[in-house]
């Protein structure tokens, strides 16, 4: 399985103009470090919780379909699934038309379900061989994304901001603060 963005976020769910105010900042001199920071911190929230903040498009490629009638999307919240297609070994493609499934985007997590009883067509292709490509995140606009989620983020900008000490990948760094997470802790995927 790969997943592959396609078309990443065109605004970020916190200005730099919001950021700075966070952190009390009115020079420029820091301009860059807080916009990668913005950045970091949407990334590692949208990681860590499967979610995408801000509309982007992605695709999904897997070798085979999985087990049963169902295919989990790992993106969430689903906006559409804009096409189902199927490669051969001459990199032709073969769409699967919209009619033999069921986008249920509702469910967490989101999900293509087939319709008809059968099984889904198969690629033409041992590894890659099936395309689903879909559209996630709450909005367009900053304002669309969940207040405490941009809360968290602002959080954690200032958490890096403050500290800045290197560590080693995978050696024990600072924790993430606890606020940051109990304000992230309903946007968690729940399992049964």
Partial sequence: MALVMTS???IEPVSLLDAKAHLRVDAADEDTLISSLIITSRLHIEASLGLALITQSWSLFLDAWPGGTTVRLPMRPLQSVSAVQLYAEDESITPVAA??????????PARLVRLGGTGWPAPKRAANGIEIAFTAGYGNLASDVPEPIRQALMLLIAHWYERREPFEVGGSGVAIPKMVSELLMPYRERRI
């Fill in 99 to 108: 009619s033999g499934y069921y986008v249920d985007g509702k469910g967490v």
């Fill in 8 to 10: 990443g976020p065109v």
